[in-house]
């Protein structure tokens, strides 16, 4: 992929894919570099005639918003019987032992699991693959990728909690195909990031809340302090400087934003209030959607009103319209 390639030799902090569906209930994210490594093996089990599976490494962090679910590696499941054709994944298995305390000495864990399917079938879960989330994640959050291993190749994600799969997709069914990956969101994140379950006790997050807080109004409270210093207590609008916009995008209603934009860079979160018909819905956006710079929707009616609201004072909340067309 050469969209973010850069010929400088100062070291880039990995690239990943990012899938942040409104109300979701969990984002996505998955290393770029892996992409290549899983679509190879993809390839060769089709031209085999056989399917390939394994399992996905990486953490899960409740401390952002929405909590994320990031893929930092990957590992095939050994195949088995007289011509090696079945790659054999069972809950207990210890393979899968071995490769959860190797990725515990890394500072990661196992979470989740994938699959290729040869039959021209949705992708959707089979009861194996409920039994091996059930027996191997009774009690954590884990992702299920499932993939159509004949051309085009495609892929669906379900994010799974307390060992029971949804029946729905989190994230919808997707062209697994590196061309593909230049139209989603793409982030960067620090290497030395820790997950939140390995390195944060859960019972001293209320205390990091309060001091996000109390940081969240000291900003408010400089970034209003400057404008009135730089506007002489104007009220001008700064609304545009958002960019906010609607677009239709395979069936989902894109919800986009200039995420390089002042406003954005300076904001530690914002609000999204969705009018879409009759109903209202509230969505919070936390500083890794604002930086991604969208988000979808599904629409229950062909008229939607949204209204943008980021988290400093000094910028007006901005609206954006999107109609279906007949």
Not at 36 to 62: D, F, N, P, Q, Y
Not at 73 to 97: C, H, K, M, N, Y
Not at 177 to 199: H, I, K, S, T
Request: hydrophobic share 40%.
């Amino acid at each position: 992929m050469n969209k973010r390639r850069h010929e400088s030799t100062v070291p880039q902090a990995p690239l990943y894919i990012r899938w942040a569906h409104l109300g979701a209930a969990y984002a996505i994210e998955l290393k770029l570099e892996l992409v290549s490594l899983l679509l190879g093996e993809v390839a060769r089990a089709e031209k085999a005639r056989v399917e390939t599976g394994g399992v996905l490494i990486g953490w899960v962090s409740h401390m952002q918003r929405p909590p994320t679910l990031c893929v930092e590696g990957i590992a095939f499941a050994p195949r088995s019987g007289e011509t090696g054709s079945v790659a054999t994944l069972r809950p207990g298995d210890q393979w899968l032992r071995t490769i959860r305390e190797r990725a515990r000495a890394q500072g990661h864990a196992v979470v989740g699991i994938f699959r290729t399917q040869l039959r021209s079938e949705p992708l959707i879960p089979i009861p194996a693959d409920r039994g091996m989330v059930t027996g191997e994640f009774p009690q954590s959050v884990c992702a299920l990728l499932l993939i159509q291993g004949l051309q085009p190749y495609s892929g669906a994600f379900f994010v799974a909690a307390d060992g029971r799969l949804p029946d729905e997709p989190t994230v919808r069914e997707f062209r697994l195909d590196q061309d593909e990956f230049n139209a989603l969101p793409e982030v960067y994140r620090n290497q030395g990031l820790l997950p939140a379950e390995a390195g944060v006790d859960r019972r001293l997050q209320p205390r990091y809340d309060l001091l996000a807080l109390a940081l969240l109004l000291i900003a408010a409270l400089l970034a209003v302090a400057l404008w009135r210093e730089r506007s002489g207590g104007s009220s001008s609008s700064t609304a545009n400087q958002l960019g906010l916009k609607l677009s239709s995008s395979g069936g989902l209603l894109k919800i986009s934003w200039d995420h390089t934009s002042r406003a954005i860079s300076n904001a530690q979160g914002a609000t999204l209030v969705i009018q879409d018909g009759r109903a209202r819905t509230e969505a919070k956006i936390g500083s890794d959607e604002l930086r991604a710079g969208s988000v979808e929707y599904q629409s229950a009616t062909p008229h939607v009103n949204v209204t943008m609201s980021v988290d400093l004072a000094a910028y007006r909340p901005q609206s954006a319209q999107w109609t279906q067309r007949q």
